[in-house]
């Protein structure tokens, strides 16, 4: 009864945050609902289509920024292994390696503020390498600004991905280093230089609903192009490291959720995929999702890719 209440199917199905708050509380059978809505509206904007991305952490340790949950932060006592950025010959052989699973998109990640400028001179010339191989390159860099979002477009950069990571309201409560204003304007540069933009959060910091909810209508505004949507995977050593994961369910209602909100936009699943949706990680699409991150994250391990190509194919998509 909420659902028909609360949700007029129109050409572009816009939802109220006061309409996501209610459907927010969702549980039994009306959250199935839901998610056959959510997955109704991937459909009509996305078909049956799974776009694929895969990313390789280039740059790894040593982060002066304290964002809590993170494994890489120099604020943290973790056991990652930490190394200054990879030789080219690694990085396009890591991009080689996933071609074969249908993968168009490959993500550059290097920790820290941002690279240096001898760090972006070489990966210019990485990007250019991985946009011959046949890729749509991204790169996820730090705050950078217009200059230098502008060379690495320039050199075959297609994507630029800056996680807002959650609200504005709540972004304090996880990072005291940089703030969520500072988060905004490197988006806005990367726009500025013509960059297609990727930009999402990561659920389970102990964030409410009501934040959830303001982060996809702050991504709505921006006009992020790609939605990735991880969830939080504890790792001993950071802030967070006893914090409790978000249940399967849960994690299905934000990706529907966001699904209505942002109907047109790549909703891509990300970090945490496998340790917080378990045997429910089929569910996704159904859910609404139409993107998915393939292969091992950044400090943690994903599924192995033949396993996700097979469920793609079980299911009846395309990638």
């Excluded at 920024?65 to 973790?78: L, P």
């Excluded at 990879?86 to 996933?98: C, N, P």
């Excluded at 990640?109 to 749509?136: A, N, W, Y």
């Excluded at 200059?147 to 950069?157: H, I, M, S, V, Y």
Aim: with cysteine; charged share 25%.
């Amino acid at each position: 009864m909420l659902l028909t209440e609360n949700i007029k199917q129109t050409t572009e199905y816009r939802i109220t945050k006061d309409t996501a708050l209610s459907l927010s509380m969702l549980k039994g059978v009306e959250l199935f609902d839901l998610f056959a809505i959510s997955n109704k509206i991937r459909d009509k904007f996305h078909s049956n289509r799974i776009d694929l991305c895969s990313i390789i952490n280039a740059k790894s340790g040593g982060c002066p920024e304290d964002c809590s949950f993170c494994a890489q932060s120099a604020h943290s006592n973790t056991k990652i292994n930490s190394y200054p950025l990879l030789d080219k010959e690694e990085i396009l052989k890591a991009a080689d390696s996933v071609r074969k699973y249908g993968v168009k998109r490959f993500c550059i990640v290097t920790s820290g503020r941002k690279p240096s400028h001898i760090e972006i001179k070489k990966l210019c010339e990485f990007i250019s390498e991985i946009r011959d191989m046949g890729f749509q390159p991204c790169a996820t860099l730090g705050m950078l600004g217009e200059e230098e979002l502008g060379l690495l477009k320039d050199a075959g950069l297609h994507r630029y991905h800056h996680n807002l990571e959650t609200s504005e309201s709540f972004f304090s409560e996880i990072c005291t280093t940089h703030t969520y204003r500072e988060k905004i304007k490197t988006i806005e540069a990367a726009k500025s230089v013509g960059l297609s933009v990727c930009s999402g959060g990561i659920f389970g910091l102990g964030e409410s609903w009501e934040d959830r909810i303001d982060m996809a209508f702050a991504l709505k505004e921006i006009k992020a192009d790609s939605v990735p949507i991880n969830f939080f995977t504890p790792v001993p050593g950071t802030p967070m490291e006893n914090r409790g994961t978000l249940s399967p369910l849960e994690a299905l209602k934000i990706i529907a959720i966001y699904r209505l909100i942002l109907s047109d936009r790549e909703i891509r699943i990300c970090g945490g995929r496998p340790y917080t949706l378990r045997e429910l990680n089929s569910c996704i699409f159904f859910a609404g999702a139409n993107g998915l991150l393939i292969g091992n994250y950044l400090t943690t391990q994903g599924r192995p890719p033949k396993e996700d190509l097979q469920t793609i194919k079980d299911l009846e998509f395309e990638i």
